[in-house]
């Protein structure tokens, strides 16, 4: 095998390319000559030096990927912190805004009892023009009839239903939210399912309001004309 032969098939000798009996001819050449050993040590070495200078820059661009994808990483976890910080602000925003409700103080409710025939009604209405108040009644169990009544309030802002679902229930209590009751004379009570209650002085009413609770009693309802 001449030097030039030997030369060409060198690159694919180190890459382990070249078939046994091409790699016996080259081997039994570098025995016979000193100058071809030494080009194929020279072309292990810069083969060697090429490939852990490919894995540098290898190495170099994982890391830069590796930068990259921490740094989206910190992005995305930074948008998705505000994201949930501003939905959270927005929560309770609405739910303060438009959803909770709270005992109202008895000096900014205006209390007011009209009677219209055997019909005697308490409404209720917030002072505050921005507010709206809603009077819920309940039975004890020792009593058959709405004896008690507690009175919250709530924010009334926007009207549009879109942005306020609770705006039908502010429009529907802008006059006050009303309870009433039903006399047939001034010791008889109808109550709802259409029979008559004997009243005593110990049949009474008891509003609550945040830090206050007024009792009235079912007589002295029934004798009221006007304002309270």
């Not at 083969?47 to 190495?59: D, F, G, V």
């Not at 209720?124 to 058959?144: C, E, I, M, P, W």
């Amino acid at each position: 095998m001449n030097h030039s032969v030997f030369r060409d098939l060198v690159p694919n000798y180190i890459e382990n390319l070249t078939t046994e009996e091409t790699n016996r001819q080259m081997e039994k050449h570098m025995e016979q000559c000193e100058d071809c050993r030494e080009y194929v040590k020279e072309m292990r070495e810069d083969l060697s030096i090429e490939r852990r200078n490919e894995q540098k820059e290898e190495n170099r661009n994982i890391d830069y990927l590796k930068k990259v994808r921490l740094k989206n990483r910190k992005k995305i976890i930074t948008i998705t912190g505000a994201l949930l910080s501003l939905f959270l602000v927005l929560s309770i925003s609405y739910y303060f805004l438009f959803v909770h409700m709270w005992m109202a103080d008895k000096n900014d409710v205006e209390t007011t009892i009209q009677q219209q025939d055997s019909k005697v009604t308490l409404t209720f209405q917030s002072k505050n023009d921005n507010r709206y108040l809603l009077a819920v009644g309940n039975q004890t169990a020792k009593h058959d009839y709405t004896d008690f009544i507690t009175i919250y309030e709530s924010w009334n802002v926007f009207s549009d239903t879109k942005l306020n679902p609770f705006s039908e229930l502010a429009k529907a209590r802008q006059n006050g939210d009303k309870i009433s009751y039903v006399f047939l004379d001034e010791n008889t009570l109808l109550l709802d399912n259409g029979e008559k209650k004997k009243l005593t002085d110990e049949d009474k009413i008891t509003i609550e309001y945040k830090d206050h609770s007024e009792v009235i009693r079912l007589k002295d309802l029934y004798r009221a004309k006007n304002n309270n």
